[in-house]
């Protein structure tokens, strides 16, 4: 199997031969602002080291070219944000393209050719010495993530991410009752469920199912940064989100997990980049990060310890819009700016703020929009449990068992409030989702109905309650785990245990 170079001129334009994009006026999607948890420069390159030395300065090779499970594949250069050779001895080395693509397997190159910035001195550096390659941030790759672009997103069997188009545009799944060609112009997602001869799942956008053998046994791609890998064989595929792969992509790069470890099999899923996206600041001193769209599982399986009822049935919910989400509750200094007062019951700055009704935070928010003509708002159910959970499916968004290191529960909390983002936060940089306050959300309660809705779900149309995530400081752990769901306080019911985050459209 072999790849091949096809024109550029489009998608990357001349960069790679030091040629000019035009820069758009906005930038169509998310950018790779962090790879391997650390920022990109915008200046540089950078190479970091095995031995913790850094090097500044512009990387000279025009083409990478990796073995994957799935394939030889060559990329350009400046089509790529990262470049790790930690994993070497696990044969997972891996290329960050900037369109959110992941590929694993063993670099080819042996050498990285490098200009030093300080001094203009070229040398070559084997890769044996290097332990990852951060290659400079343009605001011009958000092109490539156009989110009404129609691209497919490729999740490999070995949890790398691929987006573009399959050349063959019909396949054959053999059910038990016939052979049926399938358009993938038909198809919304197509799982892969393994097994000798491999079982496809595929779901029409009409909302249809259909499950069998896969019959067509080859899959050649032609990827968005203008790459082709050719005749993949269908073991080697997971899923297929079909249409809104530049959607999908960014959320997708969180969850799946290939193994990085030379020697612990330690993984880079969620944490090896802020799949949160960047973060701002508004002007009363609000941190907000940026939350890309995605699919995740929301609820609790049947043998989760200390779940209730209400957490069932476990659905797979698709998130199709970005949204900001407050970094930490909002604190009493935020409130106190905006409202002229303080209601809180354990007083403190940069505490959050309680004793708040839903109808109180309500009034802050349509404050808060109109000093900054932009819409905040609460969290739908879906938008909290996706943000608290960034990525994981655990009880905790942390892992199987209450830590302390991550929130403020009845066991360790003292009794009170503390200050906000004195924990360690989430993989997508929120403080404070387990513990320290319940938090309000814009729907009313009601118990998962079993035709919720899989696409934004909006919540209930009424109700006498709305719904509280997260716990709190007098909360018992199994409170805090990111299914649980606070079902009993209406809309204008004050507690020193309610507090809220905000959402802001971007």
């Known amino acids: ?93 891996a290329l960050i393209t900037i369109n959110f693509n992941r590929l694993t397997g063993i670099i080819n190159d042996r050498v990285i050719k490098f200009k030093i910035s300080s001094s203009g001195a070229e040398i070559d550096i084997r890769k044996e010495k290097i332990r990852h390659v951060l290659l400079q941030l343009d605001l011009r790759e958000a092109q490539l993530m156009d989110p009404e672009a129609k691209s497919d997103l490729f999740v490999m069997a070995n949890g790398d991410l691929l987006s573009g188009q399959p050349v063959e545009k019909v396949f054959t799944i053999g059910t038990d009752y016939a052979d049926i060609p399938v358009s993938f112009k038909e198809l919304k997602m197509v799982e892969m469920q393994g097994g000798a001869n491999v079982t496809a799942v595929a779901t029409k956008k009409n909302g249809d199912v259909m499950r069998g053998t896969l019959q067509t046994e080859e899959i050649s791609l032609d990827l968005d940064i203008g790459v082709e890998v050719e005749a993949v064989y269908k073991d080697k595929f997971a899923k297929v989100f079909v249409d809104d792969g530049n959607v999908q992509v960014a959320a997708q790069f969180g969850v799946a997990q290939p193994i990085r470890g030379e020697s612990d099999g330690s993984a880079f899923g969620a944490t090896a980049v802020a799949a949160g996206g960047p973060e701002i600041t508004n002007s009363i001193g609000m941190k907000l990060r940026l939350i890309q769209p995605g699919t995740f599982k929301m609820g609790s399986p049947e043998d989760e310890a200390g779940r209730d009822d209400d957490e069932t049935p476990v659905r797979e919910i698709t998130l199709t819009k970005p949204f900001y989400i407050g970094v930490h509750e909002v604190t009493q200094a935020q409130w106190a700016e905006v409202m002229g007062n303080n209601p809180s019951n354990f007083v403190g700055r940069n505490r959050p703020v309680e004793m708040v009704s839903w109808e109180d935070a309500q009034a802050f928010l349509k404050k808060l929009s109109e000093k900054e003509n932009v819409e905040y708002r609460l969290p739908t159910e879906a938008e909290w449990e996706y943000a608290c959970r960034a990525g994981t499916e655990t009880p905790y968004y942390w892992g199987e068992a209450w830590d302390d290191a991550y929130g403020w529960c009845n066991e360790n909390s003292g009794g009170s409030t503390h200050d906000v983002g004195m924990k360690k936060p989430n993989a997508w940089g929120l403080y404070d989702m387990s513990g320290n306050v319940w938090e309000w959300c814009q729907d009313w309660y009601d118990k998962y109905p079993a035709t919720f809705k899989d696409t934004d779900p909006p919540g209930p149309s009424g109700g006498s309650s709305r719904v509280l995530r997260g716990g709190s400081w007098n909360s018992y752990l199994q409170y805090c785990r990111s299914a649980s769901r606070n079902p009993y306080y209406t809309p204008a019911y004050l507690n020193s245990s309610h507090g809220f985050r905000v959402v802001r459209t971007p």
């Open 1 to 93: 199997m072999t790849g091949r170079i096809v024109s550029l001129s489009v998608i990357i334009g001349i960069a790679a031969c030091g040629g000019a994009w035009a820069q758009p006026a906005e930038p169509a999607g998310p950018i790779l602002q962090s790879v391997f948890q650390l920022a990109r420069s915008d200046a540089e390159d950078v190479i970091y080291f095995r031995n913790n030395d850094v090097l500044r300065g512009e990387v000279l090779n025009e083409k990478l070219s990796i073995n994957t499970p799935y394939g030889f594949v060559q990329l350009p250069l400046r089509a790529c944000a990262g470049i790790s050779f930690e994993g070497a001895r696990a044969n997972t080395e």
